[in-house]
């Protein structure tokens, strides 16, 4: 009765510890040294990776456009726009130093996060007019993550014209894993001293 007993335990802390790790925690976003998408953009392809990432007072992050576009930049995010942006910035100019007070850019704000959530539909501007985000379906994706293939839970949504984001499950952290608005940007590497 006694090993029936710690063999009980044993699962039910198994299974409570497969349930934070599904649900999933991104502790590893502070500290990150680096995310790397693909991008797909009218047939042009390139990596986006962001590096020098820190998330006091909003966050802020260097980026560098790989070959054939050679570009690289700042950006920096209030808090204000981390809470309440729908509008994004999705296109990024060479040498440019942003500081987005009214948009986001790769994370959607928390509240653009809270509405798709709760399943409903929000008003955002990405970069292309405004339009009506709705809810479809939690999903997962994969990305590597130091080097080994990982899957994230996220939001899949789409708008009335047809594009589609798929944005990470964490209310502190609305990543945006993927989006296809006319061209694609989508993870594949996480590097991060966690």
């Not at 570009?71 to 209030?78: E, L, Q, T």
């Not at 790769?106 to 809270?114: D, G, I, L, N």
Request: proline content about 1%.
């Amino acid at each position: 009765m006694k090993t029936a007993k710690l063999i009980f335990v044993f699962i039910l802390a198994s299974f409570s510890v497969f349930s934070f790790a599904q649900k999933g925690t991104t502790s590893w976003l502070a500290n990150c040294t680096k995310l790397s998408y693909h991008v797909n953009y009218n047939v042009i392809e390139y990596n986006f990776i962001l590096d020098s990432l820190t998330t006091s007072n909003g966050i802020s992050f260097n980026w560098k456009m790989t070959d054939p576009m050679n570009y690289k930049g700042k950006v920096k995010m209030s808090s204000e726009a981390l809470d309440t942006a729908s509008a994004m910035n999705n296109f990024f100019s060479d040498n440019s130093s942003l500081d987005l007070t009214d948009k986001t850019t790769v994370w959607v704000s928390e509240k653009v996060y809270k509405a798709l959530k709760k399943g409903k539909s929000v008003s955002i501007d990405a970069s292309l007019g405004r339009e009506k985000l709705t809810f479809k379906s939690a999903e997962k994706l994969t990305a590597n993550y130091n080097g080994k293939s990982e899957s994230f839970d996220v939001l899949y949504a789409t708008t009335d014209s047809g594009n589609k984001f798929w944005i990470l499950d964490d209310s502190s952290n609305p990543l945006i894993m993927k989006m296809s608005i006319g061209w694609t940007i989508e993870m594949k590497d996480i590097t991060s001293s966690k």
